[in-house]
């Protein structure tokens, strides 16, 4: 990074699977293309060798032990990171936005289902310390609401899309961001609402972002 280049941020979508975030993720990016901002898009797990292993865990084609899945979606992280062709704190430093479907505060909600959650956090200190997200942006819509949506659009539930565990995880998230408050910076969404009304106040939050940051100008995008 030259002394001339701002850093870029990195802008996280979570929720519980099922909840939209992956649409709002898309509808941003679009937003933030048409205001001319270099950006990159990337989710978790990854498309690279770790991760790729992991998607087999949560298909079910291989099984492991939660601690052996936990160590491994930290491992992915780091990876996602600082890997030579596309680490995302090089394309950060460099003066790109990010925008990321999930990150550590899903490994916390997630993992600790079955570990403790200090020991979840332990794990991926490493990450929160090389790049931390500018916002957290949780898509929250009821179990419920989300278990429904996975039915009609999937063939077949991966290993945590169950009602029992999406009532679990949604609680963890609100038990990490309670922990996190003076860390980490979340915005809480409802989603149980239109793709346009919820696309309406994640681009709200993000200009805002954006705008504390001094580059509001580059924001003012039409609808």
């Given at each position: 990074?030259?002394?001339?280049?701002?850093?870029?941020?990195?802008?996280?979508?979570?929720?519980?699977?099922?909840?939209?975030?992956?649409?709002?993720?898309?509808?941003?990016?679009?937003?933030?293309?048409?205001?001319?901002?270099?950006?990159?898009?990337?989710?978790?797990?990854?498309?690279?060798?770790?991760?790729?292993?992991?998607?087999?865990?949560?298909?079910?084609?291989?099984?492991?032990?939660?601690?052996?899945?936990?160590?491994?979606?930290?491992?992915?992280?780091?990876?996602?990171l600082v890997n030579e062709a596309d680490g995302l704190v090089?394309?950060?430093?460099?003066?790109?936005?990010?925008?990321?479907?999930?990150?550590?505060?899903?490994?916390?909600?997630?993992?600790?289902?079955?570990?403790?959650?200090?020991?979840?956090?332990?794990?991926?200190?490493?990450?929160?310390?090389?790049?931390?997200?500018?916002?957290?942006?949780?898509?929250?819509?009821?179990?419920?609401?989300?278990?429904?949506?996975?039915?009609?659009?999937?063939?077949?539930?991966?290993?945590?899309?169950?009602?029992?565990?999406?009532?679990?995880?949604?609680?963890?998230?609100?038990?990490?961001?309670?922990?996190?408050?003076?860390?980490?910076?979340?915005?809480?969404?409802?989603?149980?609402?239109?793709?346009?009304?919820?696309?309406?106040?994640?681009?709200?939050?993000?200009?805002?972002?954006?705008?504390?940051?001094?580059?509001?100008?580059?924001?003012?995008?039409?609808?």
């Amino acid at each position: 990074m030259t002394s001339e280049t701002k850093p870029g941020c990195l802008i996280v979508f979570e929720g519980i699977d099922g909840c939209g975030k992956s649409t709002q993720l898309r509808r941003l990016a679009e937003r933030m293309r048409a205001a001319g901002l270099p950006l990159h898009e990337t989710k978790e797990p990854t498309d690279r060798p770790i991760g790729r292993l992991l998607r087999r865990f949560l298909e079910g084609k291989e099984r492991t032990d939660a601690r052996a899945m936990a160590m491994l979606f930290a491992a992915d992280r780091l990876d996602h990171l600082v890997n030579e062709a596309d680490g995302l704190v090089a394309k950060v430093h460099g003066g790109g936005h990010i925008l990321s479907d999930r990150y550590y505060l899903s490994s916390y909600a997630y993992q600790s289902a079955q570990m403790p959650l200090p020991w979840v956090m332990d794990i991926n200190a490493q990450s929160a310390a090389l790049l931390r997200p500018a916002c957290h942006i949780f898509i929250d819509v009821s179990p419920e609401t989300a278990m429904a949506r996975l039915k009609q659009s999937r063939p077949y539930m991966e290993l945590y899309e169950s009602l029992e565990q999406l009532r679990a995880i949604r609680k963890n998230f609100f038990t990490v961001f309670e922990c996190v408050k003076d860390t980490e910076n979340v915005v809480i969404i409802n989603g149980e609402r239109s793709e346009a009304d919820i696309a309406s106040d994640v681009w709200a939050a993000v200009q805002a972002l954006l705008g504390a940051n001094g580059e509001a100008g580059k924001w003012q995008t039409k609808p």
